[in-house]
């Protein structure tokens, strides 16, 4: 495409349409995969501490399912996710199905596994005599997680943001049960980015793609980047 | 106050490392604990800490035997003891945190939340006592570095300062001295006798036999998974009731 003035004119009148379509999607997907990822951190963490300092039956196939779950299918989550919140399923009451709600939930089942493992591995590497001290100190065991999550906070911050990064790229769970729908005006309901970039690309609207995944692009790159600076934060121990 | 083991019989697995054990720290005393490495020495201090439960016997503060009820009671006891790790372990934060933590936990929800928002607004109004502590070492004009940026012995000095922050009635020592020079050793040394004569009991394991004759007012030998002599250092060191630990002392059991 030439920039010639000629033919930016024409797509600079259609633009106030195109921003706020683009706009409403860039809002849906933050709050989703925002959501999906703090409910996911909530989680995980108190089950990220639980596997890697307490002993309990079933711990060996939890861990093998947090193992499983961050290389999970997302098309397969989708499709659960689906079912469970479709008629025949248990929260078919919820009346969930092609809602933002019921993308939170298949994005918090593909993050969860993704912030648990990599917290583990950060709670892990937290030494048991920093942990010893918290309780010499006359810390209760809540103190000591609350230590062991500070020690770990690198790790932590890693863990959430590479969860962010596999539930805003992924496109399968959200197409299943959030069905990429619009208004008639153009903003998005459960359209996200990724949605959106595979409805236009099939459409041939290239330019509204190529700016949807530039914008796509530039949200991973942005927290890849967070998680190298934190990487060299968390470096810096006593020794 | 006394914080004491009756008869206590103590191992790991099928392991042996206390058949019998009965020994007091008292309030006002230095109590130091000598013996080889690996006869149990900091098994008996997170015993004496209310770390670990022992498989059988008593352990007691102030007379009350503190694993026969329940652990929201037991950790008023425990928030009267100090510990000291024979490695500094301290958090990943500034100095002045590190010496706060012990006085931290001790508060109110509410206080706590505001103290942490005062920080991460950068107000760090940090609290008296903390700061006598770290003065106590030497260390207050380093209470805003990072605990990361100390030297070994700067951060064994922290590590002692946070246990006083909160001025326990025991203070426990886990070899505090031995990875330290003379310097930082004089420190810790002339602190935990200004923490006694504050009534403070102490506890300190050691490997150095002149330092428990420095500053110990009671000795006790650990051999053969029994306390086998306990004394003033001049009774234990000239005139040793056993003739194993004279032995141990001659240098002549090896172990
Ligand atoms: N967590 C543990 N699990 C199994 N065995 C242990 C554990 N801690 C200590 N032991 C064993 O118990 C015995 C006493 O160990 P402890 O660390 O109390 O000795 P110590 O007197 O403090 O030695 P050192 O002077 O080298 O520090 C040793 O044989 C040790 O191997
Ligand atoms: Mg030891």
Known sequence: MSLEPATVAPLLAEFPFEWNYIRSIVRVSLYVSITAVALSTAFSLPVALLVGFREFPGKTLLASIINTGMGFPSVVVGLVVLFTVSNEGPLGSWDLVFTPEAMILSQFVLAAPVITGVSLAAVSSVEQNVRDAAYAMGGTRFDVALVTIKEARYGIATAVLAGFGRAISEVGSVLIVGGNIANADGTSVTRTLTTAIQLEARQGRFRTAMILGAILVALVLLVNALVVRLGNGGGGRYG | MTLDTIDVHHGYGTETVFDGVSLSVRRGEVLAIIGPSGVGKSTLLRLLALFDAPDQGTVRYGGEPVWQIPEWQRLEYRRRIGM??????????????????????????????????????????????????????GLREKADQDASSLSGGEAQRVAFARALAYEPDVLLLDEPTSDLDPRNTAVIEDAVLEAKNRGIGVGIATHDMHQAERIADRVAVLLENDVIEIGSPETVFENPADERTRKFIDGELVY
């Open chain 2, 84 to 137: 000291v790790f024979q490695e500094a372990s301290l958090f990943d934060a500034s100095v002045r945190r590190n010496a706060e933590y012990g006085l931290r936990v001790r508060q109110s929800w509410p206080d706590r939340i505001r103290h942490e928002l005062a920080t991460l607004v950068g107000r760090t109004n940090g609290t008296g006592d903390a700061i006598d502590a770290l003065d106590t070492v």
